[in-house]
């Protein structure tokens, strides 16, 4: 049963501190999105990878938020510092190579910033 | 700037009725569209798409019908059942790579 898998499901921290979210797509997969969702926007991308090579960072809070892909199996996103207004869940999805527009989701990591 | 609105936040069905969420989108290179359903504590998973080359896709229960050229799309769930009670996003692709914009979402709630 291929999924993704996100690590971790729930992080409660101080503002200020450093946040890693990992995230580990289906084996196959070669593209990968990193998603916040919030109340009141819906689903944001921030980042995404194609074949572990960043292609669209633009949705990033560029001086906080870093995306990157250490190998096939591994994508991280870091928030740091964290502030309270990132409080959110973070989704990573990965899709098959090719034209198909289906992505997958993991399960998210609920990140709460105090 | 929202390129893909769901403005119902929430739809509230009896079961058994059909169901009718909306989406609209305002960019017109948007040529694929899917709707994904996601319930509490889980990452959305998808539903159904359609090719703007369509008006109409019908899978079991589910049909979204697409209208070009009032750039709008909705998803029917005929007969609603409870276990369809969850988030409904709609999103569109119209990049190279496979990037989705999705709109806010809106919660359906099916009552026995």
């Known amino acids: 049963d291929a999924r993704v898998t996100q690590t971790p499901r729930h992080k409660v921290t101080e503002m200020g501190q450093e946040v890693t979210m990992r995230c580990q797509p289906i084996l196959g997969h070669n593209t990968v999105f990193w998603y916040r969702q919030t109340m009141m926007q819906g689903l944001e991308l921030l980042a995404y990878?194609?074949?572990?090579?960043?292609?669209?960072d633009s949705g990033m809070p560029k001086d906080r938020f870093s995306a990157e892909m250490p190998d096939a199996t591994l994508a991280t996103l870091k928030i740091q510092p964290s502030e309270p207004r990132d409080s959110a869940v973070y989704f990573c999805?990965?899709?098959?190579?090719?034209?198909?527009?289906?992505?997958?989701f993991g399960p998210g990591t609920r990140l709460t910033v105090t | 700037d929202q390129q893909v609105k769901q403005n119902s936040p929430s739809l509230s069905v009896q079961e058994g009725r059909i169901s009718i969420l909306n989406c609209d989108y305002t960019?017109?290179?948007?040529?694929?569209f899917l709707w994904y359903k996601k319930y509490p504590a889980e990452g959305p998973t998808f539903l159904i798409s359609i090719s703007s080359i369509k008006d109409k896709n019908e899978d079991g229960r589910f049909t979204v019908f697409l209208n070009k050229s009032a750039k709008h799309l909705s998803l029917h769930i005929v007969p609603s059942q409870p276990g369809d009670s969850a988030v409904y996003f709609c999103?569109?692709?119209?990049?190279?790579?496979?990037?989705?914009?999705f709109g806010g979402g809106t919660r359906l709630m099916v009552k026995p």
């Open positions: 999805a990965s899709g098959p190579p090719g034209l198909s527009y289906e992505q997958y």
């Open positions: 999103a569109a692709s119209g990049h190279a790579g496979n990037m989705l914009t």
């Open positions: 960019n017109s290179m948007f040529d694929y």
């Open positions: 990878f194609r074949n572990r090579a960043p292609l669209d």
